[in-house]
């Protein structure tokens, strides 16, 4: 079949592996649509508010991107694919409907009843002509490759990579530095994956774990608790860090693992978090792209260009949650229950 695992164990270390040549592809594909892109970044600067709809991974994404536009000031809605009925979209509105396959069935709802009520839809899919993709005013492709993993990874790399390009595009930024983005990406899955198998293995005794993280950080933390979750069947939750003083820290006992995602911004905020958890026993881990969180127990520092920092996290989250599913004995690329698209409401 065309679909081969050449010669790794899983479909799913594969494709992280395919990282870097998934983000190559989306450039290239994005910058020969350099025009196109720059129409939609024309509509994203008029519109009055942006609705980001998408499910899963890809609701990450678009918390993500929600995050780089709000903190410019646009007025920008992420919103979960299937409450879609929460919220009326108006002339003026655009909406921005991000789905790997193009063929989930919330996101497909909610477009088309926001079209309805007047907004203009802008779809991000992997997927060529899918019908998300055919039923929307504006489409853009990842060009990740396809992916046989029902956990999506590398779909979430490129969409991250897709949303910062559409992003720099938005705010008339050059796109020089996501030129070498392919090859800082390989260097630091070859870098960081013994770190990953060490963590994931460790987790992989855990009945449950923390991902914390600020900022943009956020939707990272957010997605290595959903790999985690899917395929390695382990309790993992991510909050804003934060947050976690309002709740989550009263579960902390000896030996909880809390992972901090730290992109290199906040990073004092960040280490008070730190301090708290571990001052009630937690074992910490992070992931620190320049800036390091002092005493952590477990960190990996990556030295590279901050505007990155989010597109290189994310295959460290992938790898962790990779090994943990291994050691447990489950195979990650089928996990149970779970469907690589959903079609049903
Ligand atoms: C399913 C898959 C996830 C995926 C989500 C959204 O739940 O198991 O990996 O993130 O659907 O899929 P989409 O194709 O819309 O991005």
Redesign the pocket.
């Known amino acids: 079949s065309s679909a081969s695992k050449e010669g790794y164990p899983h479909f799913m270390l594969k494709e992280i592996h395919e990282n870097p040549i998934a983000i190559k592809d989306t450039i290239s594909g994005l910058l020969n649509d350099i025009d196109r892109v720059k129409e939609i970044a024309e509509e994203i600067r008029n519109a009055e508010r942006i609705i980001v709809t ?5 609701y990450h994404a678009g918390l993500y991107f929600s995050l780089l536009l709000a903190r410019r000031g646009y007025t920008v809605m992420p919103l979960v694919a299937s409450e879609y009925h929460s919220v009326r979209a108006k002339k003026g509105d655009i909406v921005l409907a ?7 069935l919330d ?1 497909k709802m909610g477009i088309r009843k926001f079209k309805e009520e007047g907004a203009k839809i802008i779809a991000l899919t992997n997927v060529i002509e899918s019908d998300i993709a055919r039923e929307s005013d504006y489409k853009l492709y990842m060009r990740a490759g396809p992916e046989i993993g ?3 990874t590398k ?1 979430f790399t490129s969409e991250l990579v897709s949303l910062k390009f559409l992003h720099s595009v938005v705010e008339r930024e050059s796109l020089d530095y996501l030129e070498k983005a392919h090859e800082i990406v390989r260097n630091v899955i070859t870098e960081t994956e013994g770190f990953a198998k060490k963590i994931g293995e460790e987790l992989a005794n855990k009945n449950n774990i923390y991902y914390l993280g600020r900022g943009l950080g956020v939707p990272l933390a957010m997605e290595g608790a959903l790999k985690i979750k ?1 395929i390695a069947y382990i309790h993992a939750e991510a909050y804003p860090a934060g947050e976690s003083k309002h709740g989550p820290i009263a579960l902390i006992e000896k030996g909880f693992p809390v992972i901090f995602i730290n992109t290199g911004e906040l990073v004092d905020e960040l280490e008070k978090n730190l301090q708290e958890m571990k001052a009630r026993g937690a074992t910490t881990y992070s992931i620190n792209v320049n800036e390091r969180l002092n005493f952590s127990d477990n960190e990996i520092v990556i030295k590279s260009d901050g505007r990155l920092a989010e597109i290189i996290i994310a295959p460290i989250v992938q790898l962790i949650a990779y090994y943990a599913a291994v050691r447990r004995g489950y195979d990650p690329d089928k996990p149970r229950n ?5 079609t049903v409401e």
């Open positions: 998408a499910a899963g991974t890809s991000i789905s790997q396959s193009g063929e989930t996101v029902v956990a999506a779909t899917e779970l469907a690589k698209t959903v």
